[in-house]
């Protein structure tokens, strides 16, 4: 019989978060496929076996990264406010301030992710489910904004959500950043004005 403790539990989730921090450091740095279990174990000071014994291997792994994204980028308190915001202005703020909150955390493990997929089907899973967890959110958003009677006269609300997306997915943020030097602050005002004018009354 194994005993349970509050402390045990809280050194628990120590060593989880330090084999966390380890991971994601590793993978944006070292790359996804370079990054071994003997690596993360030895960056996080623990056995290999306390990763295998914690997560699985890898893809274990991969899966808390992409819940340690949202956290780090506060997504779980961001979008309870836009779910229950009254003013169409601000539900259309935090739509785009989530994903470039994401991209501003996490930009370079995402690069990692994206990197890998092609080649590791862990990588491709994780950024499969971090694009899902995007599509969903600025759906909900555009449906928001279409409950609220917010929405140009005429607009599908599916249309809506997929333009949302897409105008502020990784990729865009990627292509207007890399390829044309655009800051941060500058894709939120760009994609938040455009959608704006495209899609609010």
């Not at 739509?95 to 994401?102: F, Y």
């Not at 599908?156 to 502020?168: K, N, Q, R, S, V």
Request: some cysteine.
């Amino acid at each position: 019989m194994t005993y349970d403790s509050p402390l045990r539990r809280r050194q628990a989730a120590e060593t989880r978060g330090k084999v966390i921090d380890a991971a994601r450091h590793l993978f944006a740095t070292k790359g996804f496929p370079a990054t071994t279990i003997a690596d993360v174990a030895r960056e996080a000071g623990v056995s290999p076996q306390t990763v295998y014994g914690t997560f699985g291997g890898k893809p274990g792994l991969v899966v808390a990264l992409v819940d340690l994204i949202d956290q780090d980028s506060d997504v779980p308190a961001l979008a309870g406010r836009l779910m229950t915001s009254e003013d169409p202005n601000e539900v259309l703020e935090l739509a785009v301030r989530i994903p470039r909150s994401v991209v501003e955390s996490s930009g370079d493990l995402l690069v990692a992710l994206a990197g890998a997929a092609p080649t590791d089907e862990a990588a491709a899973a994780a950024l499969a489910e971090g694009r899902r967890r995007h599509d969903g959110g600025l759906g909900q958003a555009a449906k928001r904004l279409a409950d609220m009677g917010a929405l140009r006269e005429g607009v599908d609300p599916g249309e809506a959500a997929a333009a949302f997306a897409a105008l502020t997915s990784d990729e865009t943020f990627g292509v207007l950043q890399t390829r044309h030097g655009w800051g941060l602050d500058t894709c939120e005002h760009w994609m938040r004005e455009t959608l704006r004018t495209l899609y609010l009354r």
